[in-house]
Structures are given as structure tokens and as C-alpha cells.
């Protein structure tokens, strides 16, 4: 079993910058994507971002390209998503996941992802 802890939400005003975190532990798999998924109220899961088991290769969604950026430590097990540039549609539970391999084109769906965080709150304030 994998067990993905997330950290680092909180309430910021538009313009600032937050940085999650999510650890994982347990039976991983051998090399894994990593992930970042993000639920405002009323809203689907939609995907914000995703790193590769090296790092070398990365996707992000339109909505947060050139303001968010997603890096591992795999020393550590651990992902992280820097914000920047927040807006109010940023709004949302933010999850972690992780998932074996990479292939860009299921990159961004749920599904494809086998392990979830119990998220955490991401709240931009105008």
C-alpha cells in the first residue's frame, strides 16, 4: 500500500506564492509519475501538473504553465508544486497521486493514477 501526505496549503492573497508538498511512502512503485490534480467546489478534478521518475520530463495544464512549476526529490519520495502568481481561480483542494511509468497520453486523466493524497486547501483571496 502507498500512502501520499500532503502539505504546505493555506490561505494567500492574489499575487503571492505557496508550496506544496507531498511525501509518499510505503510500497511505491519501481519508477512512477508523480502528480498534482486540483478540485474547486461544485467543480471535476482537473489535472495541474506532472513530473517524470528522473524529472527530465514535465506537463502542466494551460491554466497554470509559466506560474506553477513541479519538481521531486526521490531521495525523499517527495513532490513538490511551486506557485506563483496565485490568482482566485486557484481555489481548489489540491491532491497529489502517483502512477507507474509515464505516457503523455493519459497524462492527465484521474484514472490513470492509482494513488491519491488526502489533499490539501489551496484559498486565494482577492
Known amino acids: 500500500q502507498v500512502q501520499l501526505v500532503e502539505s504546505g496549503g493555506g490561505l494567500v492573497q492574489a499575487g503571492g506564492s505557496l508550496r506544496l508538498s507531498c511525501a509518499a511512502s510505503?510500497?511505491?512503485?519501481?519508477?512512477?509519475?508523480m502528480g498534482w490534480f486540483r478540485q474547486a467546489p461544485g467543480k471535476e478534478r482537473e489535472f495541474v501538473a506532472a513530473i517524470s521518475w528522473t524529472g527530465s520530463s514535465t506537463y502542466y495544464a494551460d491554466s497554470v504553465k509559466g506560474r506553477f512549476t513541479i519538481s521531486r526529490d526521490n531521495a525523499k519520495n517527495t513532490v513538490y508544486l511551486q506557485m506563483n502568481s496565485l490568482k482566485p481561480e486557484d481555489t481548489a483542494v489540491y491532491y497529489c497521486?502517483?502512477?507507474?511509468?509515464?505516457?503523455?497520453?493519459?497524462?492527465?486523466?484521474?484514472?490513470?493514477?492509482?494513488?491519491w493524497g488526502q489533499g490539501t486547501q489551496v484559498t486565494v483571496s482577492s
Open positions: 510505503g510500497r511505491t512503485f519501481i519508477t512512477y509519475t
Open positions: 497521486a502517483i502512477r507507474p511509468g509515464w505516457n503523455t497520453f493519459t497524462i492527465t486523466i484521474t484514472t490513470a493514477y492509482s494513488y
